[in-house]
Every structure is written in structure tokens, then in C-alpha cells.
């Protein structure tokens, strides 16, 4: 008996499994976005942008142990859990380092690098918790207002934790990395495909139009869109999709050209169907290999011409963290003996950058119909 025939998705899947590079790189881009997905669940700044600026504790090394207390602050928006998911937590106090407190009549005394700071009782309990006794105010207080909060990769100039940057870095950057990536999927696949398949003057003009595209330099013209738009995250995926989608147009157009000669386009055509719908029903799917290839290569491109962006201070906006305004902010401060500040974007950036090409080069494998 014959054995069942398997659907193509299956044997994408069974291809990639072949391939031990690109499904372990497949992985840890899976298990980045899923960790920037959640992000504001699991960083321990969960404030918006995790902006929770601690002055005290600046430049901290990795793996710090800070005790904190919480001050009132005159904030009191509030965000629902899908609304915090996506944009974080507004928080209504802020965070004042110890290393030791002392409950007095009017204040609480604060010692932190040997210096002491009074804070008012008011600024931290509640008007019914005022007139309580110094004892049980200094119980509160040490019970529910003080946290030891761990900085596993320090905190940056402004006293905010890296780590929790970095998390939402990682979302900016594959965020902005996949819009792009469909700017130029959408205007590469339209321009390619209706070059490669009606010929002409419309490949023509469209084959001027590349070449004039594909001679200027990317960040030269990303700086120029930026510059004539201005900067925002929106500006900055669409400037970085228009100057990708020369390299997919130039693979549809080729693919295109190549299959309007098969027999099933043939055949469709002689069933009186429309051109229009030949090229996306028929001709697309069958083409989709190299188009994922390019896809997964224009990926790792986008990411890295953000993080450029970013860091030569064209790109996201401070406070939105991004990995490569991280790397603007904090790579001056490795000279002084805080390495973490620089490495540890740069070398997110790197990883990332790199499993997307490994997933491209194993994509080109599994796609390559000259393999047994």
C-alpha cells in the first residue's frame, strides 16, 4: 500500500528538522520573540519603557543587590493587562536605594554609600497609616514598602536595570525588523512579479528602476528618508523597507520569468483564467521558496541597519529602548570598566543578525530542488 503523500508544510518542517543550524537558529529567534512578547511580565522594570530612573544606584555592576523603598509620586494613570503588556505599567511612586533605614518621630532615615536622605512619613504611607506608632509604621514599612531588587547585568547611567532594556530592546528590533521586512515584501513581490510575467516596457522600466535603487548605498538612503520624514519607529521601518525590496523584486522577477513557461501556467491560461489571478494562485506559491529565503536575510539586514540607525542617533527615539540606542548611550562607559553596558547589546545584536542568516542558508537547503 502506498504510503501517504505529505503536505508541503510538513516537509518544510521535516527539512528544517534536517537541518541542525537553522532549526536550533529557528529556536532562538522563537524563543526571542516569545521573551519579547511578554516582556513586561517577566523584566523587573515594568514601568513604560522600563524608564525607572534610580539616580543612587548608576552604573552598578552586574549581579548588584540594591534594597529599595517605594516614595509616592503624583502619577495616577493606570493601565488594564493587555494595555501594560504592550506598553507597561505606569507605577505611582518611585524608588529610593538603602542600605539602611532608620524609623524616627516625623521621617524615616535613609544611608546609602554613606550618605543619609529623610524622607517624610507622607510621602509614603497613606493618612490613616499616619498616626500609628513608630514601631508599627517601621513594621510597614520593612514588610511592604522595601524590596531587594538584583541587577544581573547593572544598571546604565540613569540607574535603570539593562536587562530589562535590553528585553525590550530585543522587541524594538525584531518589531521594527518585521514591518520592514513586509514593506519590502509587499513592494518587491508586486514590482517583481509583474515584471518577470508581463515583460515589455513594464520590465523595463522596472529593471531602470532597480538598477537606479540598487546604486545607492542603504544607510545613505535610509538617511535621506529619515531626514525628509523625520524620526519614529514608523519612519524607521518604512525607510528601511524601501531600500530592502530592490533584493527581493530582483529574485521574483527571475523566478517569475522562469515559471510563466510551465506547463500548469499554460494550462491555466488555457482555461481562460486572468493574468492577475495566474500570478498570485498559481505562480506565487510555487516560488515560495526563494522568496523566504530573502526574507530571512532581509530580516537580519533590517535588524542591523536599525541598530545603526540608533546608534549613530537617527533611529528610535530615547527613552523607547532599542538596541542600538543602547549601545549610543553606554558604549563610552567600556573604556571605563563597565563592559556589560556595550557587550551586552552589541552582542544580542549579533546573535540575532546571525540566526537569521543561519535560517536563510538552511532555508536555501530545504528549497533546493537539485537535492536528492
Same mark, same amino acid.
Request: net charge positive; with cysteine; hydrophobic share 50%.
Given at each position: 500500500m502506498d504510503k501517504a503523500v505529505e503536505s508541503p508544510i510538513a516537509l518544510f518542517f521535516k527539512g528544517l528538522r534536517s537541518n541542525r543550524v537553522a532549526f536550533y537558529s529557528?529556536?532562538?529567534?522563537?524563543?526571542?520573540?516569545?521573551?519579547?512578547?511578554?516582556?513586561?511580565?517577566?523584566?523587573?522594570?515594568?514601568?513604560?519603557?522600563?524608564?525607572?530612573?534610580?539616580?543612587?544606584?548608576?552604573?552598578?555592576?552586574?549581579?548588584?543587590?540594591?534594597?529599595?523603598?517605594?516614595?509616592?509620586?503624583?502619577?495616577?494613570?493606570?493601565?488594564?493587562?493587555?494595555?501594560?503588556?504592550?506598553f507597561g505599567f505606569p507605577r505611582n511612586y518611585r524608588q529610593q536605594a538603602f542600605d539602611s533605614l532608620h524609623c524616627a518621630t516625623n521621617d524615616v532615615s535613609l544611608f546609602y554609600a554613606g550618605k543619609q536622605k529623610f524622607i517624610i512619613y507622607d510621602q509614603i504611607l497613606s493618612e490613616d497609616q499616619l498616626n500609628l506608632p513608630v514601631e508599627e509604621k517601621a513594621k510597614y514599612i520593612t514588610d511592604k514598602l522595601t524590596t531587594a531588587q538584583t541587577f544581573l547585568l547593572g544598571t546604565?547611567?540613569?540607574?535603570?536595570?539593562?536587562?530589562?532594556?535590553?528585553?525590550?530592546?530585543?522587541?524594538?528590533?525584531?518589531?521594527?525588523?518585521?514591518?520592514?521586512?513586509?514593506?519590502?515584501?509587499?513592494?518587491?513581490?508586486?514590482?517583481?512579479?509583474?515584471g518577470g510575467y508581463y515583460g515589455g516596457w513594464i520590465d523595463q522600466v522596472l529593471l531602470y528602476f532597480i538598477n537606479v535603487v540598487?546604486?545607492?548605498?542603504?544607510?545613505?538612503?535610509?538617511?535621506?528618508?529619515?531626514?525628509a520624514l523625520g524620526r519614529g519607529m514608523g519612519i524607521i521601518f518604512f525607510a528601511i523597507g524601501l531600500t530592502m525590496w530592490v533584493d527581493v523584486a530582483r529574485i521574483v522577477r527571475g523566478q517569475v520569468m522562469e515559471a510563466k513557461n510551465q506547463l500548469?501556467?499554460?494550462?491555466?491560461?488555457?482555461?481562460?483564467?486572468? $493574468?492577475?489571478?495566474?500570478l498570485f494562485k498559481h505562480i506565487l506559491p510555487n516560488i515560495m521558496g526563494p522568496i523566504l529565503v530573502v526574507t530571512a536575510a532581509n530580516f537580519a539586514t533590517a535588524i542591523l541597519v536599525e541598530a545603526g540607525l540608533s546608534y549613530l542617533g537617527f533611529g528610535i527615539n530615547p527613552p523607547t529602548p532599542s538596541l542600538g540606542n543602547m549601545l549610543n548611550e553606554n558604549y563610552g562607559y567600556a573604556l571605563s570598566g563597565f563592559y556589560t553596558l556595550a557587550l551586552?547589546?552589541?552582542?544580542?545584536?549579533?546573535?540575532?543578525?546571525?540566526?537569521? $542568516?543561519?535560517?536563510?542558508?538552511?532555508?536555501?537547503?530545504?528549497f533546493d530542488v537539485r537535492k536528492e
Amino acid at each position: 500500500m502506498d504510503k501517504a503523500v505529505e503536505s508541503p508544510i510538513a516537509l518544510f518542517f521535516k527539512g528544517l528538522r534536517s537541518n541542525r543550524v537553522a532549526f536550533y537558529s529557528c529556536v532562538v529567534i522563537l524563543l526571542m520573540t516569545l521573551l519579547s512578547l511578554a516582556a513586561y511580565l517577566v523584566i523587573a522594570d515594568d514601568s513604560p519603557n522600563a524608564n525607572n530612573q534610580i539616580p543612587e544606584v548608576a552604573l552598578s555592576k552586574p549581579m548588584a543587590q540594591i534594597k529599595l523603598l517605594k516614595v509616592k509620586t503624583s502619577n495616577e494613570s493606570k493601565a488594564g493587562f493587555i494595555k501594560g503588556m504592550i506598553f507597561g505599567f505606569p507605577r505611582n511612586y518611585r524608588q529610593q536605594a538603602f542600605d539602611s533605614l532608620h524609623c524616627a518621630t516625623n521621617d524615616v532615615s535613609l544611608f546609602y554609600a554613606g550618605k543619609q536622605k529623610f524622607i517624610i512619613y507622607d510621602q509614603i504611607l497613606s493618612e490613616d497609616q499616619l498616626n500609628l506608632p513608630v514601631e508599627e509604621k517601621a513594621k510597614y514599612i520593612t514588610d511592604k514598602l522595601t524590596t531587594a531588587q538584583t541587577f544581573l547585568l547593572g544598571t546604565d547611567k540613569y540607574g535603570r536595570s539593562v536587562l530589562s532594556r535590553l528585553i525590550l530592546g530585543i522587541r524594538v528590533s525584531l518589531l521594527v525588523g518585521l514591518l520592514a521586512v513586509i514593506v519590502s515584501l509587499f513592494v518587491g513581490v508586486t514590482l517583481g512579479a509583474a515584471g518577470g510575467y508581463y515583460g515589455g516596457w513594464i520590465d523595463q522600466v522596472l529593471l531602470y528602476f532597480i538598477n537606479v535603487v540598487w546604486a545607492i548605498p542603504t544607510l545613505l538612503l535610509v538617511f535621506a528618508i529619515v531626514l525628509a520624514l523625520g524620526r519614529g519607529m514608523g519612519i524607521i521601518f518604512f525607510a528601511i523597507g524601501l531600500t530592502m525590496w530592490v533584493d527581493v523584486a530582483r529574485i521574483v522577477r527571475g523566478q517569475v520569468m522562469e515559471a510563466k513557461n510551465q506547463l500548469y501556467v499554460q494550462a491555466a491560461k488555457s482555461l481562460g483564467q486572468k $493574468n492577475h489571478l495566474i500570478l498570485f494562485k498559481h505562480i506565487l506559491p510555487n516560488i515560495m521558496g526563494p522568496i523566504l529565503v530573502v526574507t530571512a536575510a532581509n530580516f537580519a539586514t533590517a535588524i542591523l541597519v536599525e541598530a545603526g540607525l540608533s546608534y549613530l542617533g537617527f533611529g528610535i527615539n530615547p527613552p523607547t529602548p532599542s538596541l542600538g540606542n543602547m549601545l549610543n548611550e553606554n558604549y563610552g562607559y567600556a573604556l571605563s570598566g563597565f563592559y556589560t553596558l556595550a557587550l551586552a547589546p552589541a552582542l544580542v545584536v549579533s546573535i540575532l543578525v546571525l540566526c537569521f $542568516n543561519l535560517l536563510g542558508s538552511g532555508l536555501r537547503d530545504v528549497f533546493d530542488v537539485r537535492k536528492e
